[in-house]
């Protein structure tokens, strides 16, 4: 497994809305594709996921950048983590993180 972390990898995806079930499954299998390391969407129903569809789409662009894009338009507290079983899989880990505090 290479030390450059998954979501550095530039990726393709066609431009459209898609609703995030999709958008992480064609997220996880252009990085899978691109890096030949499976990675897999672990979190499918995080809160504020079900029934949005955004734009989204990329042309040789990085992961991490596409990724932060569309949970941008989904819900801003939104965060993710890769956790890796190596030689094995990985996994996009979504998870929700607290508003920080009004200055």
Not at 1 to 12: N, Q
Not at 27 to 47: E, G, M, Q, V, W
């Amino acid at each position: 497994m290479s030390s450059t972390p998954l979501l550095d990898t530039r990726i393709t995806l066609p431009p459209g809305k898609t609703d995030p079930r999709t958008f992480l499954r064609d997220l996880c299998d252009a990085i899978s594709k691109a890096r030949h390391t499976k990675l897999i969407p672990f979190t499918l129903n995080a809160p504020g996921l079900r029934g949005r569809r955004v734009f989204a789409g990329a042309k040789d662009e990085v992961a991490r950048d596409v990724l932060a894009s569309y949970l941008a338009a989904i819900d801003p507290q939104i965060s993710w983590s890769v956790l890796c079983e190596p030689h094995v899989t990985c996994g996009l880990n979504l998870h929700r993180v607290a508003p920080r505090p009004a200055r």
